[in-house]
Every structure is written in C-alpha cells, then in structure tokens.
C-alpha cells in the first residue's frame, strides 16, 4: 500500500461530459504529481503541485484543470470529455525533494463512451 | 526532444537468467535523478530503486540493482535471478534538478515476459 488513495477506482462517463477525480496524497508529503496512461502507452506527465502552489506543467490540455487544497489533497477535473481522454489517470505524491520516489495510488480509469 | 529513451519495447527471458533493461536519458543539468518503476498487469506502479547524479556507487534493491554510466547517459536496471513474478511493464523515469518544482518523466517502457 502506497499511501496515496484515489477515487473513484472506474469511471464510465458520455461525451462532452466533466468529471472529477480525486487524490489523497501519502501522509506528510507535499507534492501531488498527475499522469495520464493511455492503452499500452507510457505515463504522460500533466501537471504537479507543491503545497498548494502549481509547480510544473506538462502536455495538459485546456479542457482539464488541477488543484491542490489545503489539506494537500488534489482533484483534476477533465470537461468537454473526448473519446480520446479514455485512459488510466494516476495520481502520485512525494516528499518533493532530491531522491525523494513518487509513490503512486492505484490510478482511475476512465471511459469515455 | 525525447529525454528519456528505453529501446527495448519487449522482452523474453528465461526463468533464473538475469535481466537487463536498456534506459539512456538526455539532461543539461548535472543534478538529476533515476528511477525504475514497475508496472503489473494489475496496473499498479511500483518503485523498484533510485540513483542520484551525484551517487559514487551504483544502486542496488534486493535483486534489484542500477548500472549507471554517467558519461554515457544511460541507467540499465538489472534483475538478478529473474522469478515469473517480474513480468510486467518496466519504466524508466529522471527527475531533472533537486526544486520542488520539477517534473519527472517516464520512458515508453520494455514489457518483460518471464519464461518458464
């Protein structure tokens, strides 16, 4: 067990739809990192907060948006929902310094029909 | 530009034989980290061992250990006795820098299969 928690485990979702994925980050860690797997491809880095602060972005589109809350928690909400989002959605946190692993959760997949 | 480059989409090894997974990576900025993921079919990622630029001796985790030619740019991860547990996805990742603001990237991945 990683740590970190991330709901919902599945989501099947129409088109043109928005959803809400949601993460706990491993206790005391600071950093949230969001990645997106598509079908037998690598992890496409999105977009990583640091206590609350956006840090760095990656290849996320427009439609989707991130952020951190106090208590470190973070949701990425994804709008305008293509078929092509369908995909494995993970969530990682990490102390946020030097060697410090990212330790991922079990990731969402969702399916956009 | 690709910065992290596993060449090696797939792979079949026999049972006990010892692994080694190809990672080359491309960075300017001499503070770097590596890092070796491992990727079930269950879909969970699992972090296997680290190495830090600046680490004199090579990393090594249980059966896990890292080859790492700085001059080269490259980072193998070997597995030592290989089990039919180890067939997964494997991924390389760098982490460029030590700030709290830095990405860490992943390879495409080597699938490996353990053959009984």
């Not at chain 1, 950093?31 to 609350?52: E, K, M, P, T």
């Not at chain 1, 990682?92 to 330790?103: E, I």
Request: proline share 3%; charged share 20%; hydrophobic share 30%.
């Amino acid at each position: 067990d990683s740590g970190v928690t991330q709901t919902p485990k599945h989501l099947i979702t129409a088109t043109g739809q928005r959803v809400t994925l949601r993460c706990s980050p491993r206790s005391g860690d600071l950093s949230v990192y969001w990645y997106q797997q598509s079908l037998d491809q690598g992890l496409q880095f999105l977009i990583q907060y640091y206590n609350g602060e956006e840090r760095a972005k990656g290849n996320i589109l427009e439609r989707f948006s991130a952020q951190q809350f106090p208590d470190l928690h973070s949701e990425l909400n994804l709008s305008s929902l293509e078929l092509g989002d369908s995909a494995l959605y993970f969530c990682a946190s990490s102390a946020g310094v030097g060697n410090s692993p990212l330790h991922f959760g079990n990731g969402t997949r969702l399916t956009v029909t | 530009a690709q910065k992290i480059t596993q060449t090696q989409p797939g792979m079949f090894v026999q049972e006990k034989e010892a692994v080694t997974l190809d990672c080359t990576y491309d960075t300017s900025d001499p503070s770097y980290g590596l890092f070796w993921y491992k990727q079930p079919s269950s879909g969970e990622m699992i972090f296997l061992i680290y190495q830090g630029s600046y680490d004199q001796q090579n990393a090594t985790e249980g059966r896990y250990s890292l080859n790492f030619q700085k001059a080269r740019k490259s980072a193998n991860l070997v597995i030592s006795a290989s089990q039919l547990g180890d067939s997964a996805m494997y991924f390389c990742a760098m982490r460029e820098g030590t700030n709290r603001d830095d990405k860490i990237i992943f390879g495409k991945g080597t699938r490996l299969h353990i053959l009984p």
